[in-house]
């Protein structure tokens, strides 16, 4: 082999065992370094009083779906043609409904309705006369000022939002909304 055949093979072998090294290295990297301190882990029963944690109530999946069909029923019973979103205490969507017949748009609508009434606590026919003194909280992403959004409340806190969107008017869809939150309290 002449000079320059094994500086050419030498540079190959040293970049294939570089790459092998660094492959080594960078899977290792993500465990932890011998000697560092574990991630910390917090007590509930340990902390100052119990200060550092909250607990939340949740709407369950069998709730929600209650309530959406109990919405959706008092529509049928109307001959209005729906689409009924249960959001829950953060605005994501726990369930949605959309009757035979519901306009397209109707499903969006519904969803930021709810996640409108879950936001503020408040119904969004409420929420409509704010507009007035706050004409830009229209422009919050996600929501929608119109009636037709109830929170759904537990222990006086927002745990979710039923959102009713298809109706000829926000009082319809509102007195459906409600419909399905006075199927929770049952």
Same mark, same amino acid.
């Given at each position: ?6 500086? %050419? ?14 492959g080594a290295v960078s899977a290792s990297a993500s465990a932890a370094p ?24 949740? %709407? ?30 953060? =605005? ?8 035979? =017949? ?24 409420? %929420?409509?006369?704010?507009? /007035?003194? /706050?004409?830009? %909280?229209?422009d919050i992403p996600g929501t929608l000022f119109l009636g037709g959004g ?10 979710? =939002? ?17 419909a399905g939150a006075d199927e929770l309290a049952k």
């Amino acid at each position: 082999m002449n000079t320059r055949t094994r500086v %050419l093979t030498g540079t190959a072998l040293a970049l294939a065992l570089g790459a092998g090294t660094f492959g080594a290295v960078s899977a290792s990297a993500s465990a932890a370094p011998a000697g560092a301190p574990a991630a910390a882990s917090a007590k509930k029963d340990g902390n100052a009083n119990g200060k550092n944690f909250t607990t939340t109530t949740h %709407l369950t999946i069998d709730a929600a779906s209650r309530a959406a069909q109990a919405a959706l029923d008092a529509a049928q019973k109307e001959n209005q043609k729906v689409t009924v979103a249960v959001v829950d205490r953060n =605005g994501n969507t726990i369930v949605t409904l959309r009757g035979d =017949g519901a306009g397209p748009q109707s499903y969006e609508s519904a969803e930021r309705k709810a996640f409108t009434a879950v936001s503020w606590n408040a119904p969004t026919s409420v %929420l409509v006369g704010r507009l /007035a003194q /706050a004409p830009n %909280l229209k422009d919050i992403p996600g929501t929608l000022f119109l009636g037709g959004g109830v929170p759904v409340q537990a222990d006086g806190a927002p745990v979710a =939002g039923i959102g009713v969107a298809g109706a000829p008017s926000g009082d319809l869809d509102e007195k459906f909304a409600k419909a399905g939150a006075d199927e929770l309290a049952k």
